[in-house]
């Protein structure tokens, strides 16, 4: 499949944090600021979602759960993301490492200097991911943010 059709259908797929929109509300709020920030509106967030009979929101609760206990989370993220409407960009402008607690964290916009920068910033700026992040960095150039 080419990358133009991979990103087509990628972002065809729901989020399974769209089961719980309403839910997701209090998530966003808690991580609004990061000192008061609740871990049980995580694992709160995770039960629901574990409740709902779709085999994609199980696997995203079972992310949440793991990155809340700081379980290694990297190949788990990998074998699930596509599924969550989470693509997998070429120099890996989107890692594990971008979320934290089971939710994106941090955005890296990337200028020209990456191949895939103009697909990775239209996913951001459609995607239901992009509600709960805390952090937007602009990178330029190949060797960091700005």
Same mark, same amino acid.
């Given at each position: 499949?080419?990358?133009?059709?991979?990103?087509?259908?990628?972002?065809?797929?729901?989020?399974?944090?769209?089961?719980?929109?309403?839910?997701?509300?209090?998530?966003?709020?808690?991580?609004?600021?990061?000192?008061?920030?609740?871990?049980?509106?995580?694992?709160?967030?995770?039960?629901?979602?574990?409740?709902?009979?779709?085999?994609?929101?199980?696997?995203?609760?079972?992310?949440?759960?793991?990155? #809340?206990? =700081?379980?290694?989370?990297? %190949?788990? !993220?990998?074998?699930?993301? +596509? /599924?969550?409407?989470?693509?997998?960009? $070429?120099?890996?402008?989107?890692?594990?490492?971008?979320?934290?607690?089971?939710?994106?964290?941090?955005?890296?916009?990337?200028?020209?200097?990456? #191949?895939? =920068?103009?697909?990775?910033? %239209?996913? !951001?700026?459609?995607?239901? +991911? /992009?509600?709960?992040?805390?952090?937007? $960095?602009?990178?330029?150039?190949?060797?960091?943010?700005?």
């Amino acid at each position: 499949m080419d990358r133009a059709s991979y990103f087509q259908n990628i972002n065809s797929v729901s989020s399974p944090l769209m089961l719980l929109r309403d839910q997701l509300d209090a998530v966003i709020k808690s991580r609004t600021n990061e000192l008061t920030e609740n871990m049980d509106v995580y694992l709160d967030f995770a039960e629901r979602l574990s409740q709902v009979d779709n085999d994609e929101a199980k696997a995203r609760a079972t992310f949440i759960r793991m990155q #809340c206990s =700081d379980i290694d989370t990297e %190949d788990f !993220f990998e074998q699930h993301r +596509e /599924s969550w409407g989470i693509p997998k960009f $070429e120099e890996d402008l989107l890692t594990v490492d971008d979320f934290k607690n089971g939710f994106l964290f941090t955005f890296r916009d990337h200028s020209t200097s990456w #191949c895939e =920068d103009a697909e990775a910033r %239209d996913w !951001f700026f459609k995607s239901v +991911e /992009s509600r709960v992040a805390r952090n937007y $960095e602009f990178w330029a150039c190949d060797n960091g943010p700005e």
